[in-house]
């Protein structure tokens, strides 16, 4: 049997036995829906729908209905596709990195991290998709025969490497997080009472007996599948990146581009799911599995990774001054963006990313439940001005003055964003009500080794 | 003689595998074990052999990086190299460093769903299939040792559950074949 250092704290709370996890997992999903649940859902519902009329309006009149000009041909689209990107990456980091570190803190938040990834991808999916302007030609990003010849797709192309990489991601990811949730489908499927539930869920579980060889080959495929995921995540960003690290634009046109993403993207996806774990725990009553320590080891991540962002944007700070190429004066990260008519975004960047994450390096504050949370919202706030002023104020000062021009959003692109984060919650609200949240047959499996009751001697070992 | 299964439910793995093995060196060969969660060590008890899904993997990911490479060489190089920006398709050693990110994530991508359905389909776990584990129970809190009377001619029914009366057992079911 495993076994864990006395002095390491438990990472399950209080006296539990192996039946009690299935009933503290299912007991959301068995129960009535709260009131509160009604309340968010029907909330971020509404405001999916008005997220689906935009794009729906975007569609047939075209993108003209941004608020793009002839300078700035980019903004808030691809904006918001690198931000959920980034968000998409703790739970795939979570699950296959932490599992090939051997972190077992990583069950109580494995589950809704990768469903939290799922979706942002999705929600990452739709910019790329609206921002060709006809949908309807999307699949022309394929290396599909056509009747032009036939003209393929151009394969140096970075723009072409990521849809190759966002679509491996999430179709790796998808299986990935539903080949976890197969067991657990078998436990809902033995476990709930109502006829329709047990329906669903025996279709839900495909089958799934438990036997010696079938867990056997669970554990090969889930320990191949982190060792193909792990690679995967640091691709994905890194290809994200060479969007803009490819290009000849002042600003984006930079070797640091690839580590300084991926670094940043699992800063913001650690920080989402710090925001919705904080609301789901509570809302759950999972505080015997997700506790002070897991919040602390999610914050450590948040502490590196922000550490690693900070010095990049100080070393993309640096090295254009010290370039002196005058085109670099107006990058995201100079003084002319400091002090330009942009100021607001820098600093709100500053304040967002360096400032307010600093505070985690007091112990207090990162065991802290309530700051935790809402420094996790700042930094989503942060990383999303992180992409705007890369996007936006690389380009805003053009070669030539005469194209030096600001942003203005028009509704349609503040509805298309705010509507994906309609959509990307109420997604996340019928799989916090309908699917275990916990991965808890692999809770059960530390149970023993890192439950509460059964760490140091305060019962025999014999006893459960 | 009639064949008979026997089921000892057990409430925890450490018993059930300190059981199973009191069971196989007194000759009685188990024929599965049911658990909500991997048991750790009870392969080699039971006398599984090691999975092949690894080697799965690796065949599929060579399948895939062959197949992108022949892929980009095809579609950039052969069938219509194309000027972009200066920089010619025109052999493909010279251009192959830029399709590195596509040939990995069609490695990765085959990888991937070759070994899960070969996963799926060799656990005989796919869309619309019953359940087939003997108790309920389980994929919640116990842990289940299959035991048939056909696979043991040596020993008897009676033999098996005195000998599993010996061990931590917490119930034993017993049941006619096929029943």
């Not at chain 1, 495909?206 to 320990?223: D, H, I, M, P, Y």
């Not at chain 1, 194209?403 to 959509?423: E, H, L």
Request: aromatic share 16%.
């Amino acid at each position: 049997m495993h076994q864990e250092a006395a002095i390491r704290p438990p990472l399950i709370l209080g006296h539990r036995t192996y039946g009690d996890i299935t009933t503290d997992v299912t007991a959301p999903i068995e129960n009535k829906a709260s009131r509160t649940w009604y309340v968010l859902t029907t909330l971020a519902a509404i405001i999916a729908l008005y997220g689906v009329a935009c794009i729906t309006y975007l569609i047939s009149k075209g993108i003209g209905t941004w608020g793009l000009n002839k300078t700035i041909n980019w903004a808030w689209d691809i904006t918001n596709f690198v931000w959920w990107v980034g968000i998409g990456h703790a739970g795939t980091l979570i699950s296959a990195v932490l599992l090939l570190f051997r972190q077992k803190w990583r069950m109580a938040v494995n589950r809704s991290a990768e469903a939290m990834t799922i979706f942002a991808v999705m929600m990452a999916a739709v910019f790329p998709m609206i921002h060709m302007g006809r949908i309807w030609l999307a699949y022309f990003v394929f290396p599909l025969p056509n009747q032009f010849g036939s003209l393929w797709v151009n394969f140096n192309s970075a723009l072409l490497w990521d849809v190759f990489a966002i679509s491996t991601y999430f179709s790796v990811s998808v299986v990935y997080w539903y080949i976890g949730l197969i067991p657990d489908f078998a436990t809902l499927r033995d476990h709930v009472k109502l006829k329709w539930q047990k329906t669903m869920y025996s279709v839900l579980s495909f089958g799934w007996t438990g036997n010696a060889k079938a867990w056997q080959r669970f554990e090969e495929v889930s320990l191949v599948l982190a060792g193909l995921a792990t690679p995967l995540v640091f691709s994905v960003h890194s290809v994200v990146s060479m969007d803009f690290a490819t290009s000849l634009v002042p600003g984006w046109h930079s070797t640091i581009y690839p580590p300084y993403f991926v670094a940043g993207a699992i800063f913001s996806g650690f920080a989402m799911v710090q925001t919705l774990l904080g609301i789901m725990r509570k809302a759950f009553n999972l505080e015997a599995y997700v506790t002070r320590k897991h919040v602390e080891y999610m914050n450590i991540v948040i502490i590196v990774t922000g550490g690693i962002v900070a010095v990049a944007y100080a070393t993309e700070f640096f090295m254009g001054w010290y370039s002196g190429v005058e085109y670099e004066y107006y990058t995201y990260m100079s003084v002319g963006a400091a002090t330009g008519q942009y100021w607001w975004a820098f600093w709100a960047l500053m304040l967002c990313n360096i400032l307010i994450p600093a505070t985690l390096w007091f112990k207090k504050v990162r065991t802290s439940f309530f700051w935790s949370w809402v420094i996790s919202i700042f930094i989503n706030v942060g990383m999303w001005f992180e992409r705007f002023d890369i996007i936006v104020l690389c380009l805003h000062r053009d070669y030539m003055p005469s194209g030096w021009t600001m942003f203005y959003p028009s509704w349609v692109d503040v509805g298309t964003f705010v509507g994906t984060i309609g959509i990307f919650f109420t997604l996340y609200l019928l799989f916090a009500r309908y699917f275990p949240v916990l991965a808890l047959n692999e809770l059960k499996s530390i149970l023993k080794s890192s439950g509460e009751s059964y760490k140091g001697d305060v019962l025999p070992k014999s006893q459960h | 003689m009639a064949n008979k299964v026997i089921y000892a439910v057990y409430e925890d793995p450490e018993l059930l595998k300190s059981a199973a093995r009191k069971l196989v060196t007194a000759g009685v060969q188990v024929r599965d074990v049911f658990s909500p969660f991997p048991i750790h060590g009870i392969d080699p008890i039971i006398g599984l052999k090691r999975t092949r899904m690894g080697i799965v993997s690796f065949m599929f990911g060579i399948f895939g990086l062959s197949l992108a490479l022949l892929g980009t060489w095809w579609m950039a190089i052969y069938d219509w190299p194309m000027n972009i920006g200066g920089k010619p398709n025109q052999f493909f050693y010279q251009n192959v460093a830029a399709f590195v990110p596509v040939l990995f994530e069609f490695t990765v991508l085959c990888a991937a769903h070759g070994m899960a359905i070969t996963y799926l389909i060799r656990n005989k776990t796919l869309p619309g299939m019953p359940a087939r584990n003997p108790d309920p129970r389980s994929t919640n809190d116990k842990f289940i040792i299959e035991l048939r009377t056909a696979d043991n001619h040596a020993h008897t029914a009676e033999g098996i559950t005195g000998m599993l009366r010996e061990t931590d057992v917490f119930e034993i079911n017993e049941r006619q074949f096929g029943a």
